[in-house]
């Protein structure tokens, strides 16, 4: 089946770095979204990619759809502290394969930010 | 962005009872609604797809005898645990996709975590 490889598993940032993490897979996505899940809490969606090559933003969130459809990044600017938690990315295959509209997650990045 | 509510937040039972868990979108209609299943530290594993009025589609492995969905209406499905067992013990956390946004976008709850002892 489709997977998705996110890196890095984890960081360990000082508060007022920019930090990036991206995913990547052997197959196309039609969509891509990037959540952010507080210890305890659901995923809470930071931004959604529709668009190949897409770029959006979201204060200090930026990311961005792959123009080969195969892959994503996430860019945080100028850390605080409110930033830790795990971020996943998902994908949504193209609907040939997935009439349910399912996502497939990636493993998840925990970010720790020390102030 | 859309809300969407899950109840209860947490709960506690006995081995060989029941549980159910509701799960709301209060402020849209949900179309499908997703039931997924996460472990500490862990990536969120879905469990199954519901499409209101119609039976859930359940992933491979997941037992649907156990794990009983509805989708009775746009904005309400619910998830029983049925004869829970500690190994069930995890946090159920659900979604959301419909007429806010892209239909592609989900929308998660609060989640809900369940202990069985």
């Known amino acids: 089946g489709q997977q998705l490889n996110q890196s890095p598993q984890s960081m360990f940032i000082q508060e007022g770095e920019d930090v990036s993490m991206n995913c990547t897979s052997s197959s196309i996505f039609n969509t891509w979204l990037w959540y952010k899940q507080d210890p305890g809490e659901g995923p809470v969606l930071l931004i959604a990619l529709y668009k190949a090559g897409e770029l959006t933003s979201n204060g200090r969130l930026t990311a961005q759809f792959g123009i080969t459809r195969k892959d994503s990044f996430l860019n945080i600017s100028a850390s605080i502290p409110s930033d830790v938690g795990i971020y996943f990315c998902?994908?949504?295959?193209?609907?040939?394969?997935?009439?349910?509209?399912?996502?497939?997650f990636g493993q998840g990045t925990e970010l720790s930010v020390k102030p | 962005g859309a809300v969407v509510s899950q109840h209860p937040s947490w709960v506690i039972c006995k081995s060989g009872t029941s549980v159910k868990i509701e799960c709301r979108s209060l402020d849209f209609q949900a179309t499908t609604m997703f039931w997924y299943r996460q472990f500490p530290k862990q990536s969120l594993m879905l469990m199954a797809t519901s499409n209101e009025g119609s039976k859930a589609t359940y992933e491979q492995g997941v037992e649907k005898d156990k794990f009983l969905i509805n989708h009775a209406s746009l904005t309400l499905s619910t998830l029983t645990v049925t004869s829970a067992h500690p190994e069930d013990s995890s946090f159920y956390i659900c979604?959301?996709?419909?007429?806010?946004?892209?239909?592609?976008?989900?929308?998660f709850g609060p989640g809900t975590r369940l202990l069985v002892l």
């Open positions: 979604s959301a996709s419909g007429d806010r946004g892209l239909v592609e976008t989900q929308y």
């Open positions: 998902a994908g949504q295959p193209p609907m040939i394969y997935n009439q349910g509209g399912k996502l497939i």
